[in-house]
């Protein structure tokens, strides 16, 4: 079982920036891999990156890349999420989800969840 509880959501400015952590228990925390999603008002949860736990290799939603880094600290069972760049349309709920197996886009992938960070950026 792994319990995930995510932190630093907020209000920010269109440009600005804002840093997600998500804190993971259990002591096989460097065997998973992590990833965020997001779900937006009114719409379905997507996919926004993740981190392989074999060889750190990840994986960036077309609409992100270039602007978001996922990163983990398995010393601290933490995973990163740092937000440049901020759009209005990046304002969502942001949950972070672990899984045994590879990078994965899908949600079915994933087998632990947190319960959400909200995050609002205004125009």
């Known amino acids: 079982q792994v319990q995930l509880v995510e932190s630093g959501g907020g209000l920010a400015q269109a440009g600005g920036s804002l840093r997600l952590s998500c804190a993971a228990s259990g002591r096989t925390f460097g065997l998973y891999t992590m990833g965020w999603f997001r779900q937006a008002p009114g719409k379905e949860r997507e996919f926004v990156t993740a981190?392989?736990?074999?060889?750190?290799?990840?994986l960036y939603a077309d609409s992100v890349k270039g602007r978001f880094t996922i990163s983990r600290d398995s010393a601290k069972n933490t995973v990163y999420l740092q937000m440049n760049s901020l759009k209005p349309e990046d304002t969502a709920v942001y949950y972070c989800?672990?899984?045994?197996?590879?990078?994965?886009?899908?949600?079915?992938?994933?087998?632990?969840w947190g319960q959400g960070t909200q995050v609002t950026v205004s125009s």
């Open positions: 989800a672990a899984t045994r197996g590879a990078n994965s886009v899908a949600e079915r992938s994933y087998n632990y």
């Open positions: 981190i392989y736990w074999r060889d750190d290799s990840t």
